[in-house]
């Protein structure tokens, strides 16, 4: 009997696969058995090569998710190729900035890459699914800061604030079409978004201290709690956050 934890026969789209946590996911969703569609504007080769070390498919998508409506054209072109089972709207950034200096660009980038194109992406896959009368998986990537403050990082505050309230919206609109939308949320992460952080000593040992596991998280951390998302061992979850962060939310 195939496990309920796997992925096999799977089709798995991942944004921004080729580095950080993303790439954690794309590895842990081939390790599971999933075919794995990486989306995003840098190389994935780094990525397509782990994959493949998996002895999983991996195809890699080009598409600059600054521009909702561009995202919405390269997930319909997708899904010409195939239909697909999950989609993990990983694509992030951050900007960091005292409150009243912000600007207003600095607001609109985040919010549109982090919450727009998410969204307009969950639209897309939730369409073709209900159309089609198919199941699928969402696992949205959020954030500590979908439940804290923060300093200095607001429009990223707002938006992992917003992609928790969305996955919750699709969750209860879609949970009865068989479509399961969760998130998970990642702790302090060893990758490009946090090196300011970590190149800065006070910071970094104030956000080491209050961790109880002692150690910053990396991205292979966050991989298998999206597999699990993604697989059928979570059917019956919809509109949950599954925190992964050394017990930072616990403490
Ligand atoms: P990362 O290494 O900076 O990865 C961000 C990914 O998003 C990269 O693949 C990046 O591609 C892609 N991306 C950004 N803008 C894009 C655009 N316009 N078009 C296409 N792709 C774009 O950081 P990460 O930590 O792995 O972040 C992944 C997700 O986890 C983000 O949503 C982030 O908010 C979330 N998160 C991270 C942490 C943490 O501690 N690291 C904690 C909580 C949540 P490029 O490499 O080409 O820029």
């Not at 950080?20 to 569609?37: D, E, F, K, P």
């Not at 409506?69 to 900007?95: C, K, T, Y």
Request: glycine share 10%.
């Amino acid at each position: 009997m195939t496990s309920t934890f796997s992925l096999s026969g799977r089709r798995i789209m991942v944004t921004g696969a080729n580095t950080g946590i993303g790439q954690g996911i794309a590895v842990a969703a081939a390790r599971a058995g999933a075919s794995v569609l990486g989306i995003g504007r840098s190389s994935m080769d780094e990525t397509a090569e782990r994959v493949a070390a998996e002895g999983a498919q991996f195809t890699a998508l080009s598409c600059d998710l600054a521009d909702a409506a561009v995202a919405r054209s390269m997930f319909d072109q997708a899904w010409e190729h195939g239909p697909i089972d999950g989609l993990v709207n990983n694509a992030g950034i951050i900007r960091r900035a005292d409150a009243v200096d912000f600007t207003e660009v600095d607001w609109d980038e985040v919010m549109d890459i982090n919450l727009k194109t998410l969204f307009t992406l969950c639209q897309a896959f939730g369409r073709k699914l209900i159309t089609g009368d198919r199941r699928g998986k969402i696992v949205n990537i959020a954030s500590m800061l979908s439940f804290q403050g923060g300093i200095r990082v607001a429009s990223y505050t707002a938006s992992k604030h917003g992609v928790l309230g969305i996955t919750r919206l699709l969750a209860c609109e879609w949970a009865a079409k068989g479509i399961n939308v969760n998130a998970v949320a990642p702790g302090y992460i060893e990758t490009n978004n946090t090196e300011a952080l970590r190149n800065d000593p006070e910071r970094s040992a104030a956000i080491l201290g209050r961790i109880p596991a002692a150690r910053w998280g990396r991205p292979e951390d966050i991989g298998d709690a999206a597999v699990f998302l993604l697989a059928p061992a979570s059917d019956y979850m919809h509109g949950a956050v599954i925190p992964v962060d050394g017990g930072w939310l616990a403490r």
